[in-house]
Nanobody
Framework: QVQIVESGGGLVQPGGSLRLSCVVSGVSISTHAIQWYHQRPGKGRDWVAI???????RYLGSANGRFTISRDNAKNTVTLQMDNMEIDDTGIYYC???????WGQGTQVIVSP
């Protein structure tokens, strides 16, 4: 059974940083591309970062240049470093293996002065 646990969210001021973690169990992430999704209050989930099995990365929109996604296959963990955060980054963040239909509970991020 696949389980995904996100953590690291919290309250941060604009311009601050957070580091989110995603620990996967039940399957090795080494053969899966992994995405981080952002769900703003009252909205759907949008992916903001993806890391391929080869370590290649892509970012969407304003995440480009501010967020960094990385993976540690040995620890079955993916992280999202969020820098120079903006109020619009507020929401719940989820990670997901691209080819596996499983979600964690997400981690709440609030960016507020």
């Amino acid at each position: 059974q696949v389980q995904i646990v996100e953590s690291g969210g919290g309250l941060v001021q604009p311009g601050g940083s957070l580091r989110l973690s995603c620990v996967v169990s039940g399957v090795s992430i080494s053969t899966h591309a992994i995405q981080w999704y952002h769900q703003r209050p009252g909205k759907g989930r949008d992916w903001v970062a993806i890391i391929g099995t080869d370590g290649g990365t892509r970012y969407l929109g304003s995440a480009n240049g501010r967020f960094t996604i990385s993976r540690d296959n040995a620890k079955n963990t993916v992280t999202l470093q969020m820098d120079n955060m903006e109020i619009d980054d507020t929401g719940i963040y989820y990670c997901k293996m691209r080819s596996v239909e499983a979600w964690g509970q997400g981690t709440q991020v609030i960016v507020s002065p």
